[in-house]
């Protein structure tokens, strides 16, 4: 078992930064995939951003490629979403997801290859 806590979240004006982290414990985090979803209301859950075991590879949205960064700490057990130049329309519940790694790193935007979830932090930006 795993068990994924995020926090960071907030409100923020258009323009303006957050870095959100997910805690993990319950398995050696550097054997464990990451990713990043949000979920707006009425809206299905979207893939944001994926990290490697070692944090060698990611990948991400194009919605948010070049304003948000995915990175992780091995040694605190954290994984980061750093987000830049925010948008009313990224505003939505981002959850941190983890998976044990059976797939290709580039298969990871499917919601459906994670086992574990956090129970999500919330973002609004305000324009």
């Known amino acids: 078992q795993v068990k994924l806590v995020e926090s960071g979240g907030g409100l923020v004006q258009a323009g303006g930064s957050l870095r959100l982290s997910c805690a993990a414990s319950g398995r050696t985090f550097s054997s464990i995939v990451m990713g990043w979803f949000r979920q707006a209301p009425g809206k299905e859950r979207e893939f944001v951003a994926v990290?490697?075991?070692?944090?060698?590879?990611?990948n991400y949205a194009d919605s948010v490629k070049g304003r948000f960064t995915i990175s992780r700490d091995n040694a605190k057990n954290t994984v980061y979403l750093q987000m830049n130049t925010l948008k009313p329309e990224d505003t939505a519940d981002y959850l941190c997801?983890?998976?044990?790694?059976?797939?290709?790193?580039?298969?990871?935007?499917?919601?459906?290859?994670?086992?574990?979830w956090g129970q999500g932090t919330q973002v609004t930006v305000s324009s």
């Open positions: 997801a983890a998976d044990g790694g059976l797939y290709s790193i580039s298969d990871y935007f499917r919601s459906q290859r994670y086992d574990y």
């Open positions: 990290i490697s075991k070692s944090g060698a590879i990611t």
